[in-house]
């Protein structure tokens, strides 16, 4: 069975501090992770996916195999950044199913 | 184009009734999946529907339903409501084949009194 751990329902840091929300999960295959994203009164969307390893709105996230986790990071934190944050794991091969975690509340204080 | 619909936005149903929500994929969409919203609960999976049929299920009692029709759209039917059953309720579509995206709708949101 394929999970999605994410430890912590809020997260409350600083403008400017470094940001890193934490995702773990249990999957057997070779896993396929997305981090999506809700600001407040908008629909929920996709932010970055770890095949592209790409930099979106100054995050990144690394697939770590070994300790099953796909943190998502940013160096410095802005007040924009505060949303809801999801992350997924959609099972490779095959038809899709995708499994979302409970989601982190990121929180910038000024 | 156009992203995914859900209808409608706002319900206000009591204890007891059945509600059905509507969800319209974005075009060649074939997988529609439904999630329940809570802020206690975060998101959670109720079921997924591909070329019209169930391939995933949740946690959730018999009294959560769904299908989904030959042009993709999808509906989601809750029997015999109760106050817990107050969330926002997502639609996502997806091409529904590996590392793709889910494009969500804006949510039906759902009040049991």
């Known amino acids: 069975a394929q999970r999605v751990t994410q430890p912590e329902k809020l997260l409350s840091v600083f403008k400017g501090a470094p940001v890193e929300l934490k995702c773990n999960y249990s999957?057997?295959?070779?896993?396929?992770l997305f981090w999506y994203v809700q600001y407040s009164r908008q629909r929920l969307q996709l932010l970055l996916r770890?095949?592209s390893r790409e930099s979106i709105k100054g995050f990144t996230a690394d697939l770590n195999k070994g300790e099953t986790s796909f943190h998502l990071k940013k160096p410095f934190a802005q007040e924009e950044d505060s949303a809801m944050y999801y992350c997924a794991l959609s099972s490779s091969g095959g038809y899709q199913k995708v499994t979302f975690g409970t989601g982190t509340k990121l929180q910038v204080i000024p | 184009k156009a992203g995914v619909t859900q209808t409608p936005r706002y319900l206000i149903k009591t204890r007891g009734q059945q509600v059905t929500l509507s969800c319209s994929p974005i075009s060649g969409h074939r997988s529609v999946s439904w999630y329940q919203q809570t802020p206690g609960q975060g998101l959670q999976f109720l079921f997924e529907?591909?070329?019209?049929?169930?391939?995933n299920k949740g946690n959730f009692p018999g009294r959560f339903s769904g299908r989904q029709f030959s042009n993709s759209r999808s509906e989601m039917n809750v029997s015999t409501l109760e106050l817990g059953d107050s969330a926002l309720y997502l639609c996502a579509s997806s091409l529904g084949t590996s590392n793709t995206e889910a494009f969500f709708g804006q949510g039906t949101r759902l009040t049991v009194v």
């Open positions: 999957y057997s295959g070779s896993p396929e």
């Open positions: 770890h095949i």
């Open positions: 529907y591909f070329s019209e049929t169930q391939r």
